[in-house]
Structure formats: structure tokens, C-alpha cells
């Protein structure tokens, strides 16, 4: 099947946005009634160097359930990536949807005692050969009424998952979102926010929201960091000294503009610890959920209009803008994959490189 393709870049005049709030709303390019995606520059870098002029976008599925919400985790085996879908209700865990980069064919499956998996990544268990393709997926069980939030690692060829973890010290997590592995100590780093009890498929939370260090090979575990509302996506920057901690606690049960949609940034000390907490970027529209760095330390977050880019130093230089939620994305060679539960898009031909390309491709800067 052909898609139609949309190309060219959408300049924000951003002195005009300056002076007149409804200029990004009366945009011709954002006006449309239909979803469609649009490659918004707020800095010349983004058209530039980051994307590239030559960078095409479109959509790549549309479907009548939300197969596209969260993870997108590359196995070389297959060749496939796998998304999340969004939680529906208790009477069916939630699906994990294959996206095949052969020929971006949609397929659904379900892993032995994953329940309601949401983000994820690649990773090494210990004693693997920490060189080439990471030889199993980890994801952020959320847990429900029966089942623990855990940590779960898949083998998604030979459909077999393992428990990593699943409490801190015997205390309950309350829904695991988000993990990272550190590419020097192969420590764990994860969030645990509070959605399944907001989505009324987990208790109340009886311990704070957080992020967690866990090392898999000794199973010491620490808490890095608190003082959040809802600890969400993470992410390290390409050279492992800085952490980025989306928060999301605009939305609980319903959403309050009022509560943080803000990045975090820290120093990240002895690959260890956290130190010198401070804000990053903050979203302007929706919430910064899913977040992932490029291999020049731009760091990206899906959001209330698609997916925004900052620099280093947390300058807006554009969005890929497909004009509703995004809760997550995957760089891919040459690309990235933008998740908007019922629909896929696709942004092709770009620059950049997503920070894990080497390590899960095997090709790319790095390798
Ligand atoms: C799982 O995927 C199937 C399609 O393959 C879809 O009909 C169903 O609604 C999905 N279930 C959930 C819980 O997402
Ligand atoms: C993997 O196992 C699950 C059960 O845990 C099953 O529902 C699914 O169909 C299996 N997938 C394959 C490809 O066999
Ligand atoms: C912890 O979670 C398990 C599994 O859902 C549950 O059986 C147990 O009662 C929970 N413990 C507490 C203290 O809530
Ligand atoms: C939104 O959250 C703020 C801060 O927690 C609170 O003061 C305010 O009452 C809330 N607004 C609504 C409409 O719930």
C-alpha cells in the first residue's frame, strides 16, 4: 500500500508566537481537521542538522484499537520493533504490538506473565556477552490486582519472561513506567509512578514516587531520587554524566494543567548516584511522557502534539507535531517511529541518531 508522503518543514515564527497566542493554532499547517504530521522548526538547527531537508514524513498505520502507546524496543532477530498498546481493561493484559521494519506490517502478541507492560528497552542480563544484539527485552510491568509490578525480562523469540524484580525490599512498587539500562555498569535505572492506580488497576500506592538504581547481577537496589508527582520516561545523556526524568504529574485521575509536565535534569555521580536536580524543559502542551536522547545529546520527548526536540541546554528547536498525544516514539537507522495509540507515524531520511542505534542495529555512529 502506498502512503501519501508530506515533506517540507513549517517555520515558527517565534516573535510572533511572542505577541499573539493564538498564532500556533492559526498556523495553516496545524489547522487541519484530520491527524497528520508536520515537521515544525522552532530553530534552523532542526530543518538543518537535526532532521535534515531531506527528512519525509507520514503515517504508517491507523487502526481501530490503541496498538501504539508505549516501549518500541528493536530485536535483531526479527527485525521488528514492540510497542506497548494501551491498557483496556482486567479482562485481557495489555498487547504487545510487532512492528516489522521489513515492511511495517502490524501483528499483536502476548508474553507468558507480562500483564500490563508498559515502557521498556533492550538489555543485557547478567552474564551475557555484553557485545553485540542485547539478547532480551525488559519491560515495566505494572502490575493489577493479582500481580506485582515488576520488572520482566522477555526472550521474545523463544516467548519465554523472567522476573528481575519485584519489590523494593518486600515493599510494593506502584506501577514501574519507564527503565534504562546504564551502557557502562549495566545497572537498572527505572520510575515508578502511580497510572495503574489512576487507571483503577492497582491498589493505592504505599511507598513515594521514585527513581530507582538496581545493579541485576548483586540485586542491590537504591532509591536515587524522590520529590516527584509522577516520575514517568527517563533517559541518559550519549555520555552517561546526565539523567533526564520526565514528570507527569499534570495528569492523575484527570488532568490539572496546573501540576508539573516537566523535564529534570541531574548529574549523574561514580555512574551511581544523583546530584544537582534541575528543571530541563517544560512541555507546552500535554506532558513530556516517553523521552530518548540522540548521539549529538538532543533530547526528545513524546507530548501533547507529537514529539519535541530540545537542545543540550533545553532550547526548543522543533517538533515533529502530528496535532494529538504521543506517549512515546523509537529511533530507528535513518528514522524514528512516533506512537499515538491508534496510529503510526513515520519520519524518514533524518540526521540524527538515536543514542541505543549502535548498540541495538549494529550499525550507526559508534559502531
Ligand atoms: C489486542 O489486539 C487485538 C488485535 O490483534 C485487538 O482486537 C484487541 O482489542 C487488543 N487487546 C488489547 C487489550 O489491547
Ligand atoms: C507466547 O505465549 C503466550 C502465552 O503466555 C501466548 O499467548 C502467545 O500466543 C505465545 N506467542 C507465540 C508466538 O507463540
Ligand atoms: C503486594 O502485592 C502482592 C501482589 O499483588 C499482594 O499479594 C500483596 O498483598 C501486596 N502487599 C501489600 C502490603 O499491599
Ligand atoms: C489543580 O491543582 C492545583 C495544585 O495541586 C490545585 O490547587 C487546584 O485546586 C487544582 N485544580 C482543579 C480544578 O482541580
Redesign the pocket.
Known sequence: MKLPRNTGFVTVDLLALATNPNYFKDLPATSGSEPAIRLLSYDDTFKNDILGPSATARKAADLSWEAFHEAGIYNRETNSIYATSNYQDLNDNINITVISLEDYSITSTQFPDLWEANGGTSWYPPGSDYSGAPPAQLYCDE???????ALISVDVVKNTSTTIL??YYG??FSSLNDVRQHPKTYDLWFTDAAYGFYQDFR?VP?IPQMVYRFDPSTGELAVVADGFDQPNGLELSPDGLTLYVTDTGAQHFTANTTRPATTYAYDIVDQKRLENRRIFAYADIGLPDGIHTDTKGNVWAAAGDGVHVWSPEGKLLGKIWIGETSNNFAFIPGGVLVFSNYRLWLVEGINAQGREICKDFGKGEGC
Open positions: 502490575g493489577d490486582f493479582d500481580h506485582y509490578s519485584n519489590s515493599r510494593n491498589p504505599t
